[in-house]
Structure formats: structure tokens, C-alpha cells
């Protein structure tokens, strides 16, 4: 019997060559839909200086040999959002990126650890206008119907049968109840309870809605995107893309106040303390190019692999990764 011959069961790749093929003409047909648009295409570094404070993004530190001048470590991204904003600020116009992303923590039927993500800019466009855009590239790729529009607020009335704006903490959490104890619910956020709602509820309920844009979210889940005051609630100018009950993309019209990113930031990782995670190093170069000026926008993340899921018809991300986490 042969000795130290490395056991190679599982070797082949999960998906189909079909699938890979497919793949690639999926990323030929996007660069074509930029090249047409005047969109440069840019590339920005998968390993950096700075992780994310959002506090449901867990960022994976890496380990390399130390770079002069940083006192923080590195971190593989888990979007190019920081980087390419220092691009707009320094004047680089409309970009988009096919990106290696990376989020921790994160592996199932429609996720994975490591995935690929479509990410714009659009100097001068609003959410409306960026909608409009997502539009074109995702129903011109699955050849669907124009998506709808479904404010936050009207979906949960909807589908839970509850204000998201102005149901109290305590009926938020009773809501809940109907999947976990009210024990287990003691540490839930108000943003926690949405979310589980939005999962076990809302999401549920698109997926016989066809193609619609979720808008006008809670200013408390405004994340990077300007906030603003409509039928008298503060919401975020935030937008995401649901087809077939899947998240597809979440865009933003740009916050670009210095300022009000840092008390974001500062607020982030208050919670992230109180949910007994670590805090995180905010990324100093992102607030100085905000500081510089970063142009008056609107960006949007696409998730690639999803979006070829929904065209090749297929249940699980496996099918369209050649080697997912389970087989890397």
C-alpha cells in the first residue's frame, strides 16, 4: 500500500461546468453593461487595514507580516466600499469593481465565507435614479419583470401585521415570541427583533410578490445612507432588491457628513460591546476622504452568485461556486 498519499475524495468542483460557463458570461455581460454606461471599472485591495463596525458583519483578520506604519492589523474586506469611496473623493467619477468578498461566520444554502460582489457608484444619482439602473442590469441578465416598489413600513403592516416605526419595544419583542422564548428575547435589540421578523416573516411573504424594491427603512438600520424625514418618520434613502423572496442588493444614496459617520461608527461599536463583540478600529482613511469630500451619490452591492442562482434556477449557492467553503 502506498504511504502519504493525501486523501483527494472531494476534490471536484461543486458546480456544473455549465455553471461555470455561465459564470463567465454572466461577468462578460456586466462588464459590457458598464463599458456601454461610461462606468470605469477599478480594483481595490481584498486585504486591508480596517474590518467593518457594523455590528451584523463579522469581519476575518488575517495575519501577514507587518506593514510599516499600521497599528491596527488586517483584515480581509468585506466589501470595497471604504476604498472605493477614497476613489470618488479623489475624483475618480463613476466605478464599479467585481470583488472578492469575505464575511465570517457566514455559510448555508445562500451563503458563503468567501463571494463575489458587484459594487457601483454613481456620482449625482439619488436611490431612485441607482434603482432604476439595478433594474436594467438585473432584469436584462434574467430577463424578469421590472421590480416593484414596497416601503419597509407597508411590509410590515402586510406581512407581520406590525408598525416597525411605531410598535414599542415590548410588542416588537411579543411578536417574536412565536420562535423563541421571551428569555432568549431579553437580549434582543429593536433592530434584532425586525430582523427576525423581516426573515421569518417578510421575506417569506416577497417571495410570491415577484421582483420588488424594499425602501424607506428604519433610520436605526441607515447604515451608510443619507436620512431623511418622510410622512413624518426619519428614514434611511436605503434601498434592497428582493426576487423571488432572495436578497439580491442593498444600496445606499450615499451618506457623505464626516461627522455623522463618525458618530455611526462610534454608536457601532457601543453595540457591538453591548452584544459582547469586539470593538472594532474605525478605518481613519475612509472619514479623511469623507472629510476631503466625497461626491454627492448613490452606490449599490450586488450579490453575483445569488443573482446567477436565480438565473440558472437553482436552491443553493453550491451550485454556482466551484469551491465552496466545504470543498476550498
Known sequence: MATGVTNTSGWQPAASLAALESRAHQLAWVRGFFAQRGVMEVETPVLGRYGVTDTNIESIA?????????????????????HMKRLLAAGSGPIYQVARVFRDGEFGRRHNPEFSLL???????????LMAEVSELVCGWLGCETPGRLRYREAFLRFAGIDPFLASDRELSAACEQWLEPAQLQAFTRDDCLDLLMSYQVEPALADFGPVFVTGYPKSQAALARVSEQDGLLQAHRFELYVQGIELCNGYWELTDGEEQRRRFVADNQARLAAGKPEMPVDQAFLAALDSGVPDCSGVALGLDRLLMLKLGLESLAGVIAFPADRA
Not at 119 to 124: K, L, S, V
Open 62 to 82: 488575517a495575519s501577514p507580516a507587518p506593514v510599516a506604519g499600521s497599528s491596527t492589523g488586517a483584515w480581509l474586506q468585506t466589501s470595497p466600499e471604504y
Open 119 to 129: 459594487e457601483w457608484y454613481r456620482p449625482g444619482f439619488t436611490d431612485d435614479d
